[in-house]
T-cell receptor, first 116, second 108 residues
Framework: DAGITQSPRHKVTETGTPVTLRCHQT?????MYWYRQDPGHGLRLIHY???????DKGEVSDGYSVSRSKTEDFLLTLESATSSQTSVYFC???????????????FGAGSRLTVL | GQNIDQPTEMTATEGAIVQINCTYQ??????LFWYQQHAGEAPTFLSY????GLEEKGRFSSFLSRSKGYSYLLLKELQMKDSASYLC?????????FGAGTTVTVRA
């Protein structure tokens, strides 16, 4: 397995509380991503990072913020959690452009968040 | 925006062949990926196509037609362990967008 870990793996919280999910990699990959996965929707991109302090929005970024102060860590923050943010969150990493042309994303094990 | 369509479910018999189709309409294209995801687990990379044609990798093959916005994943000699969701995804400028996934059930 690629060196990518997510924490916490499971969390139950209440509406209105802040939540931070952490993604840590040991591969020194340039790109890091946060996705959420919900039944019927598949994986949807929340935010991604293309370097330290360089981030951009995905298709479902409302209600989420991210930070990347070190190459190895990418944090996803829900400032005030809502029930609609109950989901499984996956972090992914990729090296960027390769000679083979394939910028393959490798996924972490996922973090299951329940907002009551 | 990105629009990636694939069937929701497919069922096949052990030892048979199944073909999962994927059509896409995306604003940009830097390659098409297939991932496998077992229930409760992370997606894992299966295949990548960026040029038209067939890529074969053991029991799994993937085909791409860029002019038609079409790909398929072919699973041969199905085994029980192939029961999983198969995700079609398109890369556009380092962002990977996914279809909703196709759940394949392999029956004995």
């Amino acid at each position: 397995d690629a060196g990518i870990t997510q924490s916490p793996r499971h969390k139950v919280t209440e509406t209105g509380t802040p939540v931070t999910l952490r993604c840590h990699q040991t591969e020194n990959h340039r790109y890091m991503y946060w996705y959420r996965q919900d039944p019927g929707h598949g994986l949807r991109l929340i935010h991604y990072s293309y370097g330290v302090k360089d981030t951009d929005k995905g298709e479902v970024s409302d209600g989420y913020s991210v930070s990347r102060s070190k190459t190895e860590d990418f944090l996803l923050t829900l400032e005030s959690a809502t029930s609609s943010q109950t989901s499984v969150y996956f972090c992914a990493i990729s090296p960027g452009q390769q000679s083979s042309g394939a910028n393959v994303l490798t996924f972490g094990a996922g973090s299951r968040l329940t907002v009551l | 925006g990105q629009n990636i369509d694939q069937p929701t479910e497919m069922t096949a018999t052990e030892g048979a062949i199944v073909q999962i189709n994927c059509t896409y309409q995306t604003s940009g294209f830097n390659g098409l990926f297939w991932y496998q995801q077992h229930a409760g687990e992370a997606p894992t990379f299966l295949s990548y196509n960026v040029l038209d044609g067939l890529e074969e990798k053991g029991r799994f093959s993937s085909f791409l037609s860029r002019s038609k916005g079409y790909s398929y994943l072919l699973l041969k000699e199905l085994q029980m362990k192939d029961s999983a969701s198969y995700l079609c995804a398109v890369m556009d400028d380092y962002k990977l967008s996914f279809g909703a996934g196709t759940t394949v059930t392999v029956r004995a």
